[in-house]
T-cell receptor, first 112, second 114 residues
């Protein structure tokens, strides 16, 4: 059972454009939703995270939009740059549990 | 470097051999996690420790896998009688139990079973 569904699988965006990655979750007990960025040969690195008591969180060019009723959340990367080319994973966690559940990832390529 | 450290970075082994990986977490972190990541997929939880106690194991962790964290500091993950299906990136992460949120990942150990 895939608890966190992520789309698209891959995404190509022109430099300066907006990259949008979507995720949906099943478990209403999830209360922490991080996004991780992973470069080839490296471990995932936390990019930005949100809790369901807010509908949006922005850090620099990265914004998470959260829709609790729809059980969906998305990552928006504004003014996308070639250095943003990486694989992005959405994830979810239940604070009463310990493990983070990851989506299947989106490979993002930014064309110069 | 005060991040999560994993060794070795790469391991090639013959099917049937045993392998052991090491993870050194961020020094003040009392939680340590092991994940497995196959190509094109997100990391999958294997097990986690709080201090030296192994508190949860995934069904993915067959009896050929064993993890230890003897003194609540570094951890080892051993795979016995490796199979080709064990080929993956093995990731270690650590966090503070008090925050119960952010986990920091190491760079992983890539295992290839030939």
């Amino acid at each position: 059972q895939q608890q966190v569904k992520q789309s698209p699988q891959s995404l190509i965006v022109q430099k300066g454009g907006i990259s949008i990655i979507n995720c949906a979750y099943e478990n209403t007990a999830f209360d922490y939703f991080p996004w991780y960025q992973q470069f080839p040969g490296k471990g995932p690195a936390l990019l930005i995270a949100i809790r369901p008591d807010v509908s949006e969180k922005k850090e620099g060019r990265f914004t998470i939009s959260f829709n609790k009723s729809a059980k969906q959340f998305s990552l928006h990367i504004m003014d996308s740059q070639p250095g943003d080319s990486a694989t992005y994973f959405c994830a979810a966690k239940d604070s009463s549990a310990s493990k983070i559940i990851f989506g299947s990832g989106t490979r993002l390529s930014i064309r110069p | 470097d005060t991040g999560v450290s994993q060794n070795p970075r790469h391991k090639i082994t013959k099917r049937g051999q045993n392998v052991t990986f090491r993870c050194d977490p961020i020094s003040e972190h009392n939680r340590l996690y092991w994940y497995r990541q196959t190509l094109g997929q997100g990391p999958e939880f294997l097990t986690y420790f709080q201090n030296e106690a192994q508190l949860e194991k995934s069904r993915l962790l067959s009896d050929r896998f064993s993890a230890e964290r003897p003194k609540g500091s570094f951890s080892t993950l051993e795979i016995q009688r490796t199979e080709q299906g064990d080929s993956a990136m093995y990731l270690c992460a650590s966090s503070l139990a008090s925050t119960n949120t952010e986990a920091f990942f190491g760079q992983g150990t890539r295992l290839t079973v030939v």
